[in-house]
């Protein structure tokens, strides 16, 4: 833990005081603590019906290494960020998991990571894609996010059920999936948050909820914000039910 104050004065026999009185100085926690909630939604397909959503793992990535004793100011990024380095966690497993939610919890230093270019929710963890369809690095993993912003990579089973057409009737759908989720406080993603904010402070605590409505679709919240996440992929194996 940490913290500060000004206007100290220091006697000849080593006296703190503040304005003639004892000091008292306010210490804060160095690092932040993240809860995320994994929870079934309703498809906004037409014709689908989420079943069930089994978790296998979740991994933090690109960590900070340090951090200052003193807060960074607002809107200011660790100078020695890049010198002292990034690391990704371990895969992990769910701590809990009930029949609606699952869910998983981790403390980190702060990253204080922010872009100036997105304008909707979906672009934080776009990814650009080739023409065959595999992800273009060639300046980086992401399209607009930065690449030293701290992400979630949440793997698991989707299983739903799809009614086609009446030829083939109901099918059960089961697909393996990853979600990409980047950190940070963006607000009320569904009517005009601020997406550009990929910052995670110290002492404080975020509280993620992820609900899975389909494959390819996942809403976030942080607090009241919601939207349709584009970092979602999957493989789909069907079978009539």
């Known amino acids: 833990m940490s913290g500060y104050v000004d206007g100290i004065t220091i ?7 503040q304005n003639g009185n004892d000091v008292t100085i306010p210490l804060v926690r160095l690092d932040a603590k993240v809860t995320v909630n994994v929870a079934i939604g309703t498809s906004n397909a037409t014709g689908q019906q989420m079943k069930s959503f089994v978790p296998e793992s979740w991994q933090v990535m690109r960590l900070p290494k ?15 960020a890049d ?6 966690s371990e895969t992990q497993y769910f701590e809990s998991n009930t029949s609606d939610v699952s869910s998983f919890s981790f403390y ?9 270019n997105i304008t909707s929710y979906n672009q934080r963890d776009l990814r650009s894609k080739n023409s065959d369809g595999s992800y273009d690095t060639t300046n980086g993993k992401w399209e607009y996010a930065s690449e030293d912003a701290t992400y979630l ?16 009737g109901s099918q059960f759908i089961e697909a393996d999936v990853t979600y990409y989720v980047h950190l940070g406080n963006f607000g009320n993603s569904n009517s005009g948050g601020d997406y550009n904010d990929f910052t995670i402070k110290r002492n404080t605590h975020y509280t993620y909820t992820i609900t899975i409505k389909g494959v390819n679709s996942i809403e976030t ?3 009241t914000g919601v939207e349709n996440q584009s970092g979602a992929v999957g493989d789909i194996y069907k079978s009539t039910e």
Request: hydrophobic fraction near 30%.
């Open 221 to 223: 919240e942080v607090e």
């Open 108 to 116: 980190m230093l702060e990253n204080m990571e922010d872009t100036n």
């Open 11 to 17: 006697s000849d026999r080593g006296e703190i005081t």
């Open 153 to 168: 990579v949440i793997k698991g089973k989707v299983q739903m059920s799809v009614d086609s057409d009446v030829a083939t």
């Open 83 to 88: 010198e002292l380095g990034y690391f990704d």
């Open 66 to 80: 340090g951090t200052y004793v003193l807060p960074i100011t607002e809107g200011g990024k660790l100078e020695d």
